[in-house]
C-alpha cells in the first residue's frame, strides 16, 4: 500500500524559505520509472504542479518558479524535500506530494493528504 | 508550455450524464489524466492515459480524447460525484492542469 505524508511549517514569513518533506512508504523511489512530484493548491484555486524528481535523481521544474525551487531525495529515508526560497504571500496554499508512474503513463496515481502553507509576517 | 481549459462549472441532474470537457491545442496527441477532488481532501486519480480507470474507481467514469478536446464521462451521476475535476498532461517534461471544473449533482 502506497502513502505518502507532507510535512514542514504551517507559518512562514516572507523572504523566508520553505522546506518541505515528503515521507512515503510503499514503493522505492530507486526503482526504475518511479517518481515523486510537488503539487501545490492555492485557497480556492487550481492545482498547480511545482516540482519532479526521478529515480534516477533527474529533476523537473516548473518553468515559472524554476529559480525558487530545489527538489532532492533520501532514497534510505524514503523522503522527498522541496526547498522554495524567497517565500511571498501569493505562495500561501496546500503543497500536496504525490507518486509518479510510468506503469499508468506518468499520472500522479498516488496523493498526501497535503499541507497547508501560510506566508504572513 | 500547454494550456488546458476547462469550464467553471457543470450541473447535472443525478442519474443523468455529465460530460466535463478539457480544451488544449492537439491534446488526442498527448496523455490526458483526469482527477477528482472533493471538498478539503487531496485529488484522486479517476481516468488515466485517456480513457483506464484505476482499481477502486467505479466503471460511471469513462473518457476520451480526440483533436483538440479530451472529455471526461460521468454516467449516472451520484451525490457523492459532486467535486473538483482536474485534466492533467505532461507537455515535454512539464505536468500542466487545467484550470478544474466544479461539477454540481443537483
Known amino acids: 500500500q502506497i502513502t505518502l505524508k507532507e510535512s514542514g511549517p504551517t507559518l512562514v514569513k516572507p523572504t523566508q524559505t520553505l522546506t518541505l518533506t515528503c515521507t512515503f512508504s510503499?514503493?522505492?523511489?530507486?526503482?526504475?520509472?518511479?517518481?515523486v512530484g510537488w503539487i501545490r493548491q492555492p485557497p480556492g484555486k487550481a492545482l498547480e504542479w511545482l516540482a519532479l524528481?526521478?529515480?534516477?535523481?533527474?529533476?523537473r521544474y516548473s518553468s515559472s518558479l524554476k529559480s525558487r525551487l530545489t527538489i532532492t531525495k533520501d532514497t534510505s529515508k524514503n523522503q522527498v524535500v522541496l526547498t522554495v526560497a524567497n517565500m511571498d504571500p501569493i505562495d500561501t496554499g496546500t503543497y500536496y506530494c504525490?507518486?509518479?508512474?510510468?506503469?499508468?503513463?506518468?499520472?500522479?496515481?498516488?496523493w498526501g493528504q497535503g499541507t497547508l502553507v501560510l506566508v504572513s509576517s | 508550455s500547454a494550456e488546458l481549459a476547462q469550464p467553471v462549472s457543470v450541473s447535472v441532474a443525478q442519474g443523468q450524464t455529465a460530460r466535463i470537457p478539457c480544451g488544449g491545442n492537439?491534446?488526442?496527441?498527448?496523455?490526458v489524466h483526469w482527477y477528482q477532488q472533493r471538498p478539503g481532501q487531496a485529488p484522486v486519480l479517476v481516468i488515466y492515459?485517456?480513457?483506464k480507470r484505476p482499481s477502486g474507481i467505479p466503471e460511471r467514469f469513462s473518457a476520451s480524447n480526440s483533436g483538440d478536446t479530451a472529455t471526461l464521462t460521468i454516467g449516472r451521476a451520484q451525490p457523492e460525484d459532486e467535486a473538483d475535476y482536474y485534466c492533467?498532461?505532461?507537455?515535454?517534461?512539464?505536468?500542466?492542469f487545467g484550470g478544474g471544473t466544479k461539477l454540481t449533482v443537483l
Open positions: 510503499g514503493f522505492s523511489l530507486s526503482t526504475s520509472g518511479v517518481a
Open positions: 504525490a507518486h509518479r508512474d510510468t506503469a499508468v503513463a506518468g499520472a500522479f496515481d498516488f
Open positions: 524528481i526521478y529515480w534516477d535523481d533527474n529533476q
Open positions: 492537439n491534446i488526442g496527441s498527448k496523455n
Open positions: 492533467q498532461v505532461w507537455d515535454r517534461i512539464t505536468a500542466v
Open positions: 492515459k485517456d480513457t
